[in-house]
Nanobody, 121 residues
Framework: QVQLVESGGGLVQAGGSLRLSCAAS????????MGWSRQAPGKEREFVAA???????TYAESVMGRFTISRDNVKNTVFLQMNSLKPEDTAVYYC???????????????WGQGTQVTVSS
């Protein structure tokens, strides 16, 4: 069992930056692939970024070049550095853990409660 707690969300102006953190606890964090997904009001939850247990990363096209996912296996934490934020990035951002390196939100096994990111224009 894995517990995930996101933090770092908030209000930011378009073009600004924000860094999200996800603290993981429970069974051997380092063996899990970690991902970030987001859900805007009235929208389906969409994949944002993922990092494998060895550090391989992948991103949704919409955030490519602007967002960076990373992990610290010693601190059991995953991060999402968000730069050049746009109003369309506004959503609740969820941290997730999976035994598989995947871009599909439905494939993740554990989820955090989410943190709100609001980008104003």
């Amino acid at each position: 069992q894995v517990q995930l707690v996101e933090s770092g969300g908030g209000l930011v102006q378009a073009g600004g930056s924000l860094r999200l953190s996800c603290a993981a606890s429970g069974r051997t964090f380092s063996t899990y692939a970690m991902g970030w997904s987001r859900q805007a009001p009235g929208k389906e939850r969409e994949f944002v970024a993922a990092v494998s247990w060895r550090g391989m990363t992948t991103y949704a096209e919409s955030v490519m070049g602007r967002f960076t996912i990373s992990r610290d296996n010693v601190k059991n934490t995953v991060f999402l550095q968000m730069n050049s934020l746009k109003p369309e990035d506004t959503a609740v951002y969820y941290c997730a853990a999976s035994n598989q390196y995947t871009k599909l939100p439905g494939d993740y096994d554990y989820w955090g409660q989410g943190t709100q990111v609001t980008v104003s224009s």
